[in-house]
């Protein structure tokens, strides 16, 4: 089947952008997330934006939706050291039926960041 | 505010022995959420329940994986007998919302030799 696909590594000198990038499988899903998922730790939640947009902002957070060509990417600026983590796009592909909603995540990407 | 609690966060066990994981959500969270995680990989569902019904178990290898929710609030996963590919991270999560509201434990990590 179809997968979410993202970079596996980037590598970001500290106060840089930090740009990650994913391309994800149906054009109708309604709801497009990127998690944080550090060391030891369950993925947290970090933005979400609806289809219907194109950017959205969200202190240095910023993602960009180009539903044309299914790609989403999270933008990081200034990257800090605390930064560092996995970073996960998902999806939720369109309901169906009545509770068949269902998260599917990309491979996620390792953000390393250099002193 | 506790989180969604998971135990134990780390375990060993010899190929063919059984293993249990057990997860906590938050009060009053209806909905839980086991997920599989592999090495370099996302997160895969493998069961959903909305309080003690499993609505979604679709991806749960039925041969050697249960699940069990008993009063709507903890949850179990065990997989009898473990195999060598059944190393991961175990994920528990639990929403009052849709899945993508949810929250996440920090997993079990499951290493089997």
């Known amino acids: 089947g179809e997968d979410v696909e993202q970079s596996l590594f980037l590598s970001v000198r500290e106060g840089d952008s930090s740009v990650i990038n994913c391309t994800y499988t149906d054009s109708s899903s309604t709801y497009l997330y990127w998690y944080k998922q550090e060391p030891g730790a369950g993925l947290q939640l970090l933005t979400y934006i609806f289809s219907n947009m194109d950017m959205k902002q969200d202190q240095r957070l910023t993602v960009l939706l180009n539903k044309k060509d299914k790609h989403l990417s999270l933008r990081i600026a200034d990257t800090q050291t605390g930064d560092s983590a996995i970073y996960f796009c998902a999806e939720i592909p369109p309901i169906s039926n009545f509770g068949n909603e269902k998260l599917t995540f990309g491979t996620g990407t390792r953000l390393t960041i250099i002193p | 505010e506790a989180g969604v609690v998971q135990s134990p966060r780390y375990k060993i066990i010899e190929k063919k022995q059984p293993v249990a994981f057990w997860c906590n959500p938050i009060?009053?969270?209806?909905?839980l959420y086991w997920y599989l995680q592999n090495l370099g990989q996302g997160p895969e569902l493998l069961i959903r329940y909305e309080n003690e019904e499993a609505v979604d178990d679709s991806q749960l290898p039925k041969d050697r994986f249960s699940a069990e929710r008993l009063k709507g609030v903890d949850s179990t996963l065990k997989i009898q007998p473990a195999e060598l590919g059944d190393s991961a991270v175990y994920l528990c999560a639990s929403s009052a919302g849709t899945s993508a509201e949810a929250f996440f434990g920090q997993g079990t990590r499951l290493t089997v030799v």
């Open positions: 009060s009053g969270h209806n909905t």
